[in-house]
């Protein structure tokens, strides 16, 4: 699955932005739980939020909790960031992830785990000034 980022920016501190995850081909992002990461400089990989792809569990950094939403849309095969309230903090370039599973059940959890996803965009930078 090859996945496109986008809506990166610059934006000031208390502002929003949206970044898009879109599979391209026309892949489909069925079973593909679906994961935002992001890497700020000399800093590891950090998980921002995720969610299953049966419309499940969600998960979020505590960091980001209450000011970003991750929502997918499944007829554009497309995962959203909305991110409100922005901080300096929040520095860094965002990617998508995509890992698949075949099956979920009632206790089914985001991984949050960089390693363990299948797909990876390009990532998108997000630029916060103060």
């Known amino acids: 699955v090859q996945l496109q980022a986008s809506g990166g920016g610059l934006v000031q501190a208390g502002g929003s932005l949206r970044l898009s995850c879109t599979a391209a081909s026309e892949r489909t992002l069925s079973r593909y739980d679906m994961g935002w990461f992001r890497q700020a400089p000399g800093k590891e990989r950090e998980f921002v939020a995720g969610n299953i792809w049966s419309g499940g569990s969600t998960d979020y950094a505590d960091s980001v909790k209450g000011r970003f939403t991750i929502s997918r849309d499944s007829a554009k095969n497309t995962v959203y960031l909305q991110m409100n309230s922005l901080k300096p903090e929040d520095t860094a370039v965002y990617y998508c992830?995509?890992?698949?599973?075949?099956?979920?059940?009632?206790?089914?959890?985001?991984?949050?785990?960089?390693?363990?996803?299948?797909?990876w965009g390009q990532g998108t930078l997000v630029t916060v000034s103060s």
């Open positions: 992830a995509a890992k698949y599973r075949a099956y979920t059940t009632v206790g089914t959890v985001v991984v949050t785990t960089a390693r363990l996803y299948d797909y």
